[in-house]
């Protein structure tokens, strides 16, 4: 496929590079859209240490189901989503409180930092884990959709504030 790589700080990139292998747990989604975030901006030119190339950016995005890997419950080919900027698990002591952004081991798409690197999707392709997947309703265009996790961020942010003053320190952009 093709994706925009982030080769070396301020520079890009459109090369070939193979599809990331489906997971069982996970779905293939063609990109329709992407957004360009301000930590992309902050990040490509070295400033926040969460960009390190080569890296393929892009965490707001949206598009179809490709493929779905052998697990997959509740989603099909051709379904029309966007999905969380950040891969969670499902089993730790945060995720099960809905922290989903604190959860031990979590990747942010499209970023590459000291403790570990996800492509995003400034590419073709994506591959994402079922549950961070949203459907995007018929009447909402993929441009759109793209733009629901910033809005995601602030909502949560939000909410976080609401339930436990003492939080406050973990709220923001997770990226
Ligand atoms: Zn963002």
């Not at 489906?22 to 360009?36: C, F, R, S, Y």
């Not at 080919?77 to 409180?97: C, P």
């Not at 970023?111 to 690197?117: A, H, M, P």
Request: aromatic content about 8%; proline content about 5%; glycine content about 8%.
């Amino acid at each position: 496929m093709k994706a925009l790589v982030l080769t070396e700080y301020n520079k890009f990139e459109i090369q070939e590079v193979p599809i990331t292998a489906t997971q069982p747990d996970e779905v293939l989604v063609k990109v329709k859209a992407v957004g360009i975030c301000g930590s992309d901006v902050h990040g490509m030119d070295g400033s926040t240490g969460r960009r390190i190339p080569p890296v393929i950016m892009g965490h707001e995005a949206s598009g179809i189901i490709e493929k779905t890997g052998a697990s997959v419950t509740g989603w099909q080919v051709g379904d029309r989503v966007t999905f969380d900027s950040t891969i969670y698990r499902l089993d730790d002591w945060y995720s099960r409180k809905g922290l989903y952004n604190l959860s031990d081991n979590r990747m942010v798409l499209g970023v590459s930092c000291n403790e570990f690197k996800r492509d995003g999707a400034f590419a073709e392709y994506i591959t994402v884990p079922q549950h961070i997947l949203y459907k995007i309703p018929d009447n909402v265009s993929f441009e759109y959709a793209a733009m629901v996790e910033p809005i995601g961020v602030a909502l949560h942010a939000i909410n976080l504030t609401q339930i436990s003053v003492n939080d406050t320190a973990v709220v923001g952009a997770p990226e």
